[in-house]
């Protein structure tokens, strides 16, 4: 086993997102179709050497976190998936754990709809479960499904990637046919960050869901929403999502980078999760490279990627050479 650990954590972008009233435990029901995308962040993990201090480790696991990029609290998704790891380990009779220290490189924007801290987390339990192996009991995919799920609702879904549905709060994942290559730009207006509390208590006040109301919506509110119609391509029939009207009532900025997309040539420019990225496709690499140009000198930040298909994640996953 390589002492190194060098793993690709990928964005997502939601191509459908269809948003049902919240329940009694104040969670909404989703139906969304995901599709991992070759922007992404970079997580190298290795075990501490014996001449290195041990000091700056997690309280709750022993990984020392570096990030590259953009600040990060000192409570973030790579060690509550980390702390979570290694309490399982710990209740199955582990009682030592190597030390390790991570490298965050991020790349993928903070508050932009893109799951990049919920992909962040996956790439850590991948890493952290491959260098603890050697010394703890070997860790399952239903393990790492279990606690992706205690750290976010859309984390499980980066255990599988390419094209899939999420339904439930967005962490049961269906896969689905994956989508052929489609070359995209992802743009979001510069220091525009949506919290993903904030877009849909924006939802609520927008469908005249008040607090207070049972399971906070009326009775007789719609409650799952039906899946979108996946049909192994691009269409804005069955694609769409249901949060952008209400966050770009507080953001419009948001949908000033979307328009600016389209401005630019995207066949099709909708926003992501809850924002505040929006991607557009196009025909080919040199259209989205000269898209991501004209957006970048228009004042927005702009990234030419392409999906990923399941496959592609899965050998992220396994390690970087």
């Known amino acids: 086993m390589s002492e190194v650990v060098r793993l690709r954590a990928h964005a997502k972008v939601n191509l459908a997102l269809k948003v049902g009233a919240p329940g009694a435990d104040g969670y909404h029901p989703l139906a969304t179709v995901f599709q991992t995308i070759s ?4 997580l190298t993990a290795r075990p501490l050497r014996a001449d290195e201090p041990a000091d700056g480790l997690h309280r ?13 609290p000192q409570h973030n998704t790579v060690t509550h998936a980390a702390t979570l790891l290694a309490g399982l380990l710990r209740a199955r009779g582990e009682t030592s754990l190597r030390p390790l220290t991570v490298h965050l490189k991020k790349r993928v924007p903070l508050g932009a709809g893109l799951g990049g801290g919920s992909s962040d987390a ?3 339990l991948v ?3 491959r260098l603890w192996s050697r010394d703890a009991l070997q860790t399952s995919h239903d393990d790492l ?7 976010g609702a859309d984390v499980p879904y980066f255990l599988v990637g390419g094209t899939a549905l999420g339904t439930g709060r967005g962490d049961q994942i269906t896969p689905l046919q ?6 995209l730009v992802i743009v979001a207006p510069c220091s525009v960050s949506v919290a993903t509390p904030a877009a849909y208590a924006a939802f609520d006040e927008a469908q005249g869901w008040r607090d207070g109301e049972p399971g906070g919506a009326p009775a007789g509110a719609p409650g799952e929403p039906e899946a979108p119609g996946y049909t192994g391509e691009l269409d804005p029939a069955w694609m769409g999502n249901d949060l952008h009207a209400a966050v770009i009532e507080t953001h419009p900025e948001v949908e ?4 600016a997309l389209q401005a630019a040539g995207a066949d099709i420019a909708q926003m992501s999760g809850s924002g505040s990225a929006s991607f557009g496709t196009f025909d080919d690499r040199r259209s989205a490279q000269r898209a991501a140009s004209v957006l970048r ?5 702009a990234w030419p990627c392409v999906t990923v298909s399941s496959g592609q994640h899965a050998r992220a996953l396994s390690n970087l050479d």
């Open 127 to 129: 890493a952290c479960a």
């Open 178 to 183: 994956d989508l052929p290559q489609q070359w």
């Open 256 to 259: 000033k980078a979307r328009r």
């Open 39 to 42: 922007l992404a962040d970079t």
């Open 60 to 72: 709750g696991a022993p990984v020392r976190l570096s990030v590259a990029g953009v600040p990060l």
């Open 297 to 301: 000198a228009g004042g927005f930040r």
């Open 145 to 151: 499904a279990g606690i992706a799920r205690q750290v």
């Open 122 to 124: 996956v790439a850590a």
